[in-house]
C-alpha cells in the first residue's frame, strides 16, 4: 500500500514527530510505503513530491517545523481550478496518477476542512489534528500548544522583571485567532494581571483600572491578550485587513497589543511597552509532552490506514487516543468557557 503524507496551515512544534511515527509504523507494521508532498496541498495539487522513508524521519523527532513544508494553499478556492478541473478534482487525479492509496493529512481546521471534502469526493483520507491554538472541538489538546504555552510563560516570566525595574506597563501578545487558549494558559502560568481573549470583548477603561491597581504595588502590570482580542466598541482596534487563501484576515495588521499599550500610556500616564511574541511560538523543539502526543497521534493515524478507517481523524480523549469522523473535528471551533475565564478573573488587577 503506498500512503501519501502532508502537512498543512501553519507551522508547529511536533509535526516531523508525527511524520516520523507515521513513517515507521506503517513501516513495521504494515509494510508500507510512504510519499510525501511538499507544502501542505499545493503538493497534491502539483503532484510535487519527495521520498519519505525510515531514512529521510531518523533524526526529525525534536526537529521543530516540517521537512515536508507547508502553506495555506486551498484547493476549493478559484485559483485552483484548471483545465477545467477543481482543486479537488486535480489531486484525486494526482494521486491516482502516483499510485497513491491513501493520504494522511496533518493540519488544522482548514486543512482537514479539505480533507473532509476529499474524502467526501472518494479519496481514502486519514486526518491528524494540528494547531497550537487548541482550538479543534473533537480533541482534547493538539500537539505545540504545550510548546506554544511554554515559550509564552517564559517571555512572560521574563518581561515581569524588566517591566518592575522600569516601572512600565507591557503587554505580551500571544497566537489565538479566535480562542484564547494560549493567552489563557501562558497567562495563568506566568501570572498577569490582565488577560484579554477573542472569547470575550474586553473594556479598555477596566483594563487601567487593573493596570493603576497594579502600580498601586511594588510590581509593573503584566497584560496578557491574543492576537484576535478585540475590546467591546467596535473600531478602536485599526489596521488594513488582508486574507489568506481561506478567507482569514491576516491579524498582524491589527496589532492589537500596540493599541493597548498606546491607550494605556495615554488614560493611565504610565509608561507602556508591547511585546509581539508572533512565530516565536511555534518554532523550535517540542516538548516532551508535545513530542509524545505527537508520536501517539502518527502511530494511530498509520493504524487507521491499516483498518480502513477512512473519513475519520485520531483524536485525544482523556488519555486515549480515539477515531472520530474529520467532520466533527471542524464543525465547531473549541472556545474558551466563561467559567473557565473565570477563573482567571479572579487573578486580574
Same mark, same amino acid.
Request: proline share 4%; hydrophobic share 40%.
Given at each position: 500500500?503506498?500512503?501519501? !503524507? ?5 507551522d508547529c512544534p511536533g509535526l516531523n514527530a508525527v511524520i516520523r511515527a507515521i513513517v515507521r509504523t506503517g513501516t513495521a507494521e504494515h509494510d508500507f510505503e510512504f510519499i510525501g508532498f511538499k507544502d ?10 519527495? &521520498? ?35 482543486g479537488l478534482e486535480r489531486i484525486k487525479d494526482n494521486l491516482d496518477s502516483l499510485g497513491v492509496d491513501a493520504l494522511v493529512a496533518i493540519g488544522g481546521e482548514d486543512t482537514l476542512g479539505v480533507a473532509?471534502?476529499?474524502?467526501? +469526493?472518494?479519496?481514502? &483520507?486519514?486526518? $491528524? ?19 506554544? $504555552?511554554?515559550?509564552?510563560?517564559? *517571555? ?26 494560549? +493567552?489563557?494558559?501562558?497567562?495563568? +502560568? ?22 493603576e491597581h497594579r502600580f498601586q504595588t511594588r510590581y509593573a502590570p503584566i497584560v496578557v491578550v491574543a492576537e484576535g482580542a478585540h475590546p467591546k466598541i467596535s473600531g478602536e482596534a485599526t489596521g488594513d ?7 482569514? &484576515?491576516?491579524? *498582524? ?34 516538548? *516532551?509532552?508535545?513530542? $509524545? ?5 502518527? !502511530? ?21 487516543? !480515539? ?27
Amino acid at each position: 500500500m503506498r500512503v501519501g !503524507v502532508l502537512t498543512g496551515g501553519g507551522d508547529c512544534p511536533g509535526l516531523n514527530a508525527v511524520i516520523r511515527a507515521i513513517v515507521r509504523t506503517g513501516t513495521a507494521e504494515h509494510d508500507f510505503e510512504f510519499i510525501g508532498f511538499k507544502d501542505g496541498w499545493r503538493g497534491p495539487l502539483d503532484g510535487d513530491t519527495m &521520498v519519505l522513508d525510515v531514512n529521510a524521519v531518523r533524526g526529525i523527532l525534536p526537529r521543530g517545523g516540517t521537512i515536508l513544508g507547508s502553506s495555506r494553499t486551498n484547493p476549493a478556492s478559484e485559483k485552483a481550478t484548471q483545465d477545467g478541473r477543481t482543486g479537488l478534482e486535480r489531486i484525486k487525479d494526482n494521486l491516482d496518477s502516483l499510485g497513491v492509496d491513501a493520504l494522511v493529512a496533518i493540519g488544522g481546521e482548514d486543512t482537514l476542512g479539505v480533507a473532509g471534502k476529499l474524502f467526501e +469526493a472518494g479519496a481514502n &483520507v486519514v486526518g $491528524v489534528p494540528k494547531t497550537i491554538d487548541n482550538d479543534l472541538s473533537a480533541t482534547d489538546y493538539t500537539f505545540g500548544f504545550d510548546t506554544a $504555552v511554554n515559550i509564552a510563560m517564559d *517571555a512572560i516570566d521574563r518581561l515581569h522583571t524588566t517591566a518592575e525595574s522600569h516601572h512600565r506597563a507591557l503587554i505580551v501578545e500571544v497566537m489565538g485567532r479566535s480562542a484564547g487558549w494560549i +493567552a489563557l494558559h501562558a497567562g495563568l +502560568a506566568g501570572g498577569a494581571n490582565v488577560i484579554l481573549i477573542p472569547e470575550k470583548p474586553f473594556d479598555i477603561e477596566q483594563v487601567c483600572q487593573y493596570v493603576e491597581h497594579r502600580f498601586q504595588t511594588r510590581y509593573a502590570p503584566i497584560v496578557v491578550v491574543a492576537e484576535g482580542a478585540h475590546p467591546k466598541i467596535s473600531g478602536e482596534a485599526t489596521g488594513d485587513h488582508t486574507t489568506d487563501d481561506f478567507g482569514h &484576515v491576516r491579524l *498582524a495588521t491589527r496589532n492589537v497589543g500596540q493599541l493597548l499599550a498606546d491607550e494605556i500610556e495615554r488614560r493611565t500616564g504610565k509608561e507602556a511597552r508591547c511585546a509581539v511574541l508572533g512565530h516565536i511560538q511555534r518554532g523550535g523543539t517540542p516538548t *516532551a509532552f508535545d513530542r $509524545v502526543l505527537a508520536t501517539r497521534f502518527g !502511530v494511530h493515524a498509520a493504524r487507521a490506514v491499516a483498518d480502513g478507517a477512512f473519513g475519520s481523524m485520531v483524536a485525544l480523549r482523556g488519555t486515549d487516543i !480515539v477515531r472520530v469522523p474529520i467532520a466533527e473535528a471542524t464543525r465547531t471551533l473549541k472556545l474558551v468557557p466563561p467559567e473557565r475565564y473565570a477563573e482567571a478573573e479572579i487573578f486580574f488587577g
